[in-house]
């Protein structure tokens, strides 16, 4: 008898192993998306393609045996130009449900950023306030007027502004 039980444990361990490894196994679907869109899916450092993008999650990411354990551990990356590289763990919950990463993107991507000018821009001056210091250096110029007004007039132009 005991060796009838022995056979039924054995059998029923079994049956319950094969069936919770079928359950792994199962060919679940899982949607694999990115803000903005089209990033690079990379899964443990491999490309499988850009987002959003539907993938079996255990042909991406099958399950090993750790330890005593049967699951899945790796690495899901997202990279878009302009954007910061995104990265994190899987496992088996995170593998359950639809992935969506928002990434960290600049406004601009920096190849693109227009070039920085190395001449001051222009001051822009009102075209009645530059005529009216023209027709007060012509004065100083031909000796019309002393420095001192030149200076004082010049001044008092400047401050309309």
Request: aromatic share 4%.
């Amino acid at each position: 008898m005991k060796k009838n039980n022995h056979r039924i444990h054995l059998l029923v361990g079994i049956i319950l192993t094969s069936t919770l490894l079928g359950a792994c196994t199962s060919g679940h679907m899982i949607t694999i998306d990115s803000e903005p869109p089209g990033a690079e899916i990379l899964a443990n450092e491999k490309p499988i393609g850009k987002t959003p993008k539907k993938i079996v999650a255990d042909d991406v990411f099958p399950p090993r045996w750790y330890g005593g354990s049967y699951m899945v551990k790796g690495k899901l990356g997202l990279e878009k130009e302009g954007c910061q590289k995104y990265q994190m763990d899987v496992n088996d919950t995170v593998l359950s449900k639809d992935i969506k990463a928002t990434l960290n993107c600049s406004e601009v991507p920096s190849h693109s950023k227009p070039p920085v000018s190395a001449v001051p821009a222009k001051a822009t001056v009102p075209q009645g306030v530059e005529q009216s210091l023209q027709q007060l250096k012509d004065l100083y110029d031909k000796g019309v007027i002393t420095e001192q007004e030149y200076q004082a007039q010049r001044k008092r132009i400047l401050d309309k502004i």
